[in-house]
């Protein structure tokens, strides 16, 4: 947002003052409005002082649900875009998000499409969301189409948030385990080495075992450190290579249990966009087209890109789908079925809603079957490290009883 001076008279006399505003234009509209005629207004050149500070450029996702209702309810009361987005601006709980809106304010004051000021947002606003609102404009359907997002983007958040529970529950009780096993092999163990040594005598095979593990923590903590670091940077780096990444979301999708609620959450992520686009009368090539960029999964947007290609030769949108091992037949056949019966949007938004569902149940099954297994395993670490210790200490006290 800019700062302008500006000089002009109303009942008193001459005035000065200073304003913030997204443009000239909105800058002498909010003067005016205080009762002020302009005689000259500019822009003061932004400095270190005057600038503003933003610590990030991301919006929680729930902000944006709770923005888009609000939207969809003004504009079914009647206010007008420009109104909406300016009260919304300053009712949001996001800086973030109000910066930004204040900007599109800005941009919509000086003739701009919703969409394209929306547009100049991209961190904020996915492709997605732009192109279901352009959607929403052509169609005169701006009011549902924003319902029908907030909607679609609450879902996705939910089902996200299931993935992600399940999946950190199992790295955090690892994360416990691996700390205690640490403390115990780096701080615990040591100081019971010089009372063995000092005994004498063969050790049992799991305390020599322990030892060692504990010696080797010890003397090359740094390079294991070190080896998870690379270990990390190098996932990632695979991660970005367009060639890697297919055979990374492969080996996803391969995994036992993980592999199986992760592509779920595919589907049902895949599915409820193109229904939303479609619901929205997005063209179904454009929306296939976007689809294969957000599903998040090189394997899945393959099949997703044969799709589309298939439909431009005038052929089943199933087709390539239901010839892939990643989309159970239900997903085909529910397809089929909405090109038949002309209704695609409806069958994609009940497999859609049936895949969150089975997302939810498979979630918490593992976490279920995880939650004892966890148990079990880390008392099984603690279990052995104690009895590598436990074990030669009843020998040196038999020892000194007998003497």
């Known amino acids: ?11 008193q006399g001459i005035v000065t003052g200073k304003i913030n505003a997204n443009s000239r234009r909105e800058a002498m509209e909010k003067v005016n409005y205080e009762g002020v005629r302009i005689i000259d207004i500019e822009e003061i050149p932004e400095s270190f002082l005057t600038k503003d500070i933003s610590l990030g450029g991301s919006v929680k996702l729930h902000h944006i649900v709770v923005f888009l209702r609000q939207f969809s309810t003004l504009l079914k009361a009647g206010v007008t875009v420009v109104e909406a987005i300016r009260i919304l601006s300053a009712q949001t709980d996001s800086k973030m998000l109000s910066k930004v ?7 919509l004051r000086e003739g701009q499409p919703l969409s394209d000021a929306f547009g100049k947002h991209p961190k904020i606003f996915d492709s997605l ?6 959607a929403g404009e052509i169609s005169g359907t701006l009011d549902e189409t924003l319902e029908r997002l907030g909607e679609h983007y609450e879902k996705q958040h939910r089902t996200r948030q299931k993935v992600i529970s399940a999946l950190s529950y199992p790295l955090v009780v690892g994360c416990i385990a691996l700390g205690v096993v640490t403390f115990l092999l780096i701080a615990v163990v040591p100081t019971f080495v010089s009372m063995f040594d000092g005994v004498g005598g063969e050790l049992p095979g799991i305390t020599k075992f322990v030892l060692n593990v504990s010696n080797f923590a010890k003397d090359f ?6 080896f998870i670091i690379l ?3 190098g996932i990632l780096a695979l991660n970005k290579n367009k060639k890697t990444k297919y055979y990374m979301d492969l080996i996803v999708l391969k995994i036992p249990v993980i592999g199986m609620i992760m592509q779920k959450a595919i589907i049902a992520r895949m599915t409820r966009t193109l229904s939303s686009m479609l ?5 179904i090539l454009q929306a296939l087209s976007l689809v294969e960029k957000v599903v998040g999964n090189n394997v899945m947007a393959d099949v997703i890109r044969n799709s589309r290609v ?7 949108l199933a087709g390539p789908i239901e010839q892939h091992w990643a989309f159970p037949p239900l997903v085909s056949q529910m397809i089929v079925i909405g090109e038949e019966s002309g209704s695609l949007d409806e069958m994609l938004a009940k497999v859609a809603d049936f895949y969150e569902h089975e997302v939810d149940a498979a979630t918490d099954r593992m976490k279920a079957l995880l939650e004892p297994l966890m148990i079990v395993v880390l008392a099984g670490l603690v279990g052995i490290i104690v009895t ?4 030669p200490m009843f020998e040196i006290f038999d020892n000194i009883q007998n003497y």
Request: glycine content about 6%; hydrophobic content about 50%; aromatic content about 14%.
């Open 1 to 11: 947002m800019a700062r302008f001076k500006y000089k002009g008279r109303n009942r």
């Open 101 to 107: 809106l204040k900007q599109v304010e800005g941009e």
């Open 129 to 134: 969301f732009i192109n279901l609102v352009k």
């Open 221 to 226: 903590w740094y390079i294991i450190f070190l």
């Open 231 to 233: 270990f990390i940077l």
């Open 279 to 283: 619901a929205s009368s997005v063209p």
């Open 310 to 316: 298939s439909l431009e030769e005038g052929k089943s």
């Open 388 to 391: 590598a210790i436990v074990i």
